[in-house]
């Protein structure tokens, strides 16, 4: 079983800047992809970025620019940069893992219970 834990919610006021950490942990072989996705009041969940054990990133339209995604194998840990924010970036973000487990060769696929970022003066 993997556990998926995010951290550094918080409220911010507009401009204003935040990171969030995403750390897994568990019996497992390798991570290959690290992606951080949102979900506002009333909204679905949606994709932000991605970012596989490579180092390659890959972003959606919306937040590009102003949001970066970066990990750190050693730590098994990802991080999700959030500049200039503003009110509309307000939402739950979530983490999501996926890789190999150990010592089975079977995939996972694991989500963290998110964190609240809320962006308002």
């Known amino acids: 079983q993997v556990q998926v834990v995010e951290s550094g919610g918080g409220l911010v006021q507009p401009g204003g800047s935040v990171r969030l950490s995403c750390a897994a942990s568990?019996?497992?072989?390798?991570?290959?992809?690290m992606g951080w996705y949102r979900q506002a009041p009333g909204k679905e969940r949606e994709w932000i970025a991605t970012i596989i054990s490579s180092g390659r990133t890959n972003y959606a339209d919306s937040p590009k620019g102003r949001f970066t995604i970066s990990r750190d194998n050693a730590k098994n840990t990802a991080y999700l940069q959030m500049n200039s924010l503003k009110p509309e970036d307000t939402a739950v973000y979530y983490c999501?893992?996926?890789?190999?487990?150990?010592?089975?060769?079977?995939?996972?696929?694991?989500w963290g219970q998110g964190t609240q970022v809320t962006v308002s003066s």
């Open positions: 568990g019996s497992f072989l390798s991570i290959t992809m």
């Open positions: 999501n893992a996926r890789g190999v487990l150990k010592p089975s060769p079977k995939g996972f696929d694991s």
